[in-house]
């Protein structure tokens, strides 16, 4: 049984249907129907997924706008923790290159009595500074509805290049 519910802010729709009466759903707004190059129909829909079983369907729907809230921030927090472990590992890897244990140890050095420990390390911290700065401004261009949110080798190709 699917189940399919149309109204105009969105819809819902048993994805996956458990032997207990719980379904898993997915919830869809702006949907549009465009007809592809080969002439068949096609749906377009900014798409979530309910993936806890949920037995009271009719609450979803009638409280649609709260879950797609709740499911939004959900998968804004995912993606902001995906893009943070693979900024924080790029900033590792490169100090890596040059003998450090990670960016906070290239970093710890900005002090360091030794020259070119020194050098490098306060090349480090503006390279991070630099980094994470341009983190945020993506971000807030993502939230502004400015850009679309990258793709996470997007994201890195877009950082600012070390100088040692």
């Given amino acids: 049984m699917v189940y399919i519910d149309h109204f105009p802010a969105g819809g819902v729709e048993v994805f996956k249907e458990g032997n207990d009466g719980s379904a898993v759903l997915a919830l869809y707004k702006n949907k549009t129907t465009i007809t592809g190059p080969d002439g068949t129909e096609q749906i377009k829909a900014d798409v979530m997924f309910l993936n806890q079983r949920v037995k009271n369907i009719d609450d979803v729907i009638k409280n649609f706008d709260v879950y797609w809230?709740?499911?939004?921030?959900?998968?804004?927090?995912d993606l902001i923790t995906e893009y943070t472990v693979a900024v924080q590992k790029m900033l590792d890897r490169t100090a890596q290159t040059?003998?450090?244990?990670?960016?906070f140890t290239l970093c710890s050095y900005a002090n360091s009595t030794n020259d070119k420990f020194a050098s490098e390390a306060k090349g480090g911290v503006a390279w991070r500074?630099?980094?994470?700065?341009?983190?945020?401004?993506?971000?807030?261009?993502?939230d502004a509805g400015e850009i679309q949110a990258p793709t996470k080798e997007d994201l890195l190709k877009s950082m600012p290049a070390i100088s040692w």
Avoid: T
């Fill in 129 to 142: 500074d630099a980094v994470w700065a341009k983190c945020y401004e993506i971000e807030a261009q993502v």
């Fill in 69 to 77: 809230q709740k499911l939004a921030a959900l998968a804004r927090a």
């Fill in 98 to 103: 040059r003998g450090y244990d990670s960016i």
